[in-house]
């Protein structure tokens, strides 16, 4: 076969690469690219610089020219389209580690310069064909079922070339020690009519891997609406029932409490004892108001998106304490024993006006649930690098449709207690909140009759991390 046809297929085949190059450059350039796309261009470049070498006349430059650095440039290139591929489809760093297979490329088709061609075709059979199938099946590895036809199409010109690398490997060895491979035989013209089809194909993927990633932006975006319009409208919701609750736990304790000043305080200024009991029953209602308010208020802070929990190590013991004193005086009338967890107790990493205020919740809940006489357990551990705090009370418990509704605003529970202590339902909202805010959680099990056991969640420390400002 004269040599002439091998030596224009060669040249229509580096002018295809040089168009590639030259096409997707201008893409980018455009304002179509894609993750990786430079180094999809630049790839193609590698194509294109190791076909020049062997588009020249091989008379016209020395040998080592082509078999060294045209085919170290050609086989390279996938390492390009490796990388290319990897950005597009991973977050993760692309392992650098890769590209000193370039420099094992180039030794050992300059230690088999020498050798005979079969040789020097079998090393650059071997070469593509690790590199073609690598990066074709890196394109369909894993791949989500929208996206999974133009990845496969994408794929399509480096598994073919690859699988006709592989093919050629084969022939080479089996024909090669022999002398029936040399550079103008048939199988080799084959191999180079084939690649020039391909490039055309590769050319093909750019556009489909712009056209992949245009569809996963505008997919993203989509579910990012649809979340955000999700969210608005629990938001709304929230909003309204929450405006609802104010309007309806509000207006009975400070109307009572008007209407009782009016009739009692004003109406009869007689007998001192009279009006200290009065005095004391209209400072009740009051406190609860004001307890009631003192929940809206970190209610409205919990929902602030912006307000970060100032996060420290924080030290159960005063914590437990205030908490106890707090609820010390209703537990006291009901004859409820409060046990509180001996030191030394676990610090875990919370803010502390969250800590104390879920604490209190919780802890108010067992007293006000709690029978008369009974006993209510405080207690703390530390399991897989979180800190529970266990709240267990001896009380009416609840069922399991209750404890289903309990922690949905939308099935808000007003409750009594076992002395007819009225609750809004919104402390166990608040804690969840705060607690989830925090890093953290609540959950909550319960039984009739027999006891409720809430545990705060709450995340520890690491190895060598005492605290840290707002995360």
Request: glycine share 8%.
């Amino acid at each position: 076969m004269s040599p002439v046809p091998e030596a224009n297929l060669q040249l229509v085949m580096f002018l295809c690469y040089l168009t590639n190059l030259g096409l997707s450059a201008l893409l980018v350039w455009s304002g179509r690219p894609f993750p990786g796309a430079w180094f999809w261009v630049f790839a193609q470049g590698l194509m294109a610089f190791g076909t020049f070498f062997d588009a020249l006349p091989h008379g016209s430059i020395a040998a080592w020219w082509p078999s060294v650095i045209g085919n170290s440039a050609y086989a390279a290139s996938n390492i390009l389209f490796l990388h290319s591929v990897w950005v597009f489809r991973f977050r993760s760093p692309f392992p650098r580690w890769l590209y000193a297979i370039i420099v094992i490329e180039f030794l050992t088709f300059l230690v088999s310069l020498e050798q005979p061609y079969w040789i020097r075709s079998w090393i650059f059979s071997a070469w593509m064909t690790l590199g073609s199938l690598a990066v074709g099946a890196l394109l369909i590895w894993s791949v989500d079922r929208n996206d999974r036809l133009s990845h496969w199409m994408t794929s399509l010109p480096f598994l073919i070339l690859g699988g006709s690398s592989l093919v050629r490997l084969g022939i080479v060895m089996h024909l090669g020690p022999s002398g029936g491979i040399t550079e103008l035989t048939s199988v080799n013209v084959g191999y180079v009519s084939g690649a020039i089809l391909l490039a055309t194909i590769i050319l093909f993927g750019y556009f489909m891997m712009t056209r992949t990633r245009s569809e996963q932006i505008l997919s993203r975006k989509d579910s990012e609406i649809e979340v955000q319009n999700q969210q608005l409208i629990e938001s709304n919701r929230a909003k309204d029932l929450f405006f609802s609750i104010i309007a309806h736990d509000l207006r009975g304790p400070i109307s009572g409490s008007a209407r009782y000043v009016r009739k009692h305080l004003l109406g009869k200024m007689t007998g001192l004892e009279a009006k200290y009991k009065e005095v004391e029953t209209l400072a009740s209602a009051l406190d609860k108001t004001n307890d009631f308010l003192e929940k809206l208020l970190w209610w409205s802070r919990a929902q602030l998106q912006d307000w970060v929990p100032r996060r420290v190590a924080v030290d159960l013991e005063p914590v437990f304490l205030q908490t106890l004193a707090l609820v010390q005086a209703t537990a006291d009338l009901k004859g409820i024993q409060i046990v509180l967890p001996q030191p030394p107790l676990p610090s875990p990493l919370a803010d502390p006006e969250s800590v104390q205020l879920i604490l209190g919740n919780l802890l108010s809940n067992a007293v006000k649930f709690t029978l008369t006489g009974r006993t209510v357990r405080i207690s703390t551990t530390v399991q897989n690098g979180f800190c529970q705090i266990i709240v267990e009370d001896e009380g009416v418990g609840m069922d399991a449709p209750t404890l289903e509704r309990l922690f949905r605003i939308e099935d808000k529970l007003t409750t009594h207690g076992t002395s007819g202590e009225r609750g809004s339902g919104l402390g166990l909202l608040l804690s969840k909140s705060l607690a989830e805010r925090n890093n953290g959680g609540i959950t909550i099990e319960s039984e009739a009759w027999v006891g409720t056991r809430a545990t705060l969640s709450l995340p520890m420390p690491a190895q060598g991390e005492s605290s840290s400002e707002p995360l």
